[in-house]
């Protein structure tokens, strides 16, 4: 079985993650990606702590901090 076919929440190593300053969880950091335009790249290796943030808050302009959920 292909597990390249996998996207989102279809996927069985996707992992929830939560945005703090957003105060949201995502099922996906696709989903995430897809809502606030963030890399999802950078919101992986922020949940991995290879960076401290990933992407700018809508309103505020406020870096964005995220974790697994």
């Known amino acids: ?5 996998f ?3 279809k996927n069985p190593s996707a992992k929830r ?3 703090i300053e957003l105060d949201e969880y995502f099922d996906t950091m696709k989903d995430a990606s897809l ?3 963030v890399d ?5 290796s922020c949940c991995t702590g290879k960076r ?4 700018k808050h809508p309103i505020s302009k406020e ?3 995220w974790r697994y959920a």
């Open 63 to 65: 870096k964005l901090h």
């Open 1 to 5: 079985e292909n597990h390249a076919d």
């Open 40 to 44: 999802k790249n950078s919101i992986c």
């Open 7 to 9: 996207s989102g929440s």
């Open 35 to 37: 809502k606030y335009g």
């Open 52 to 55: 401290l943030s990933a992407g």
């Open 17 to 19: 993650v939560y945005c």
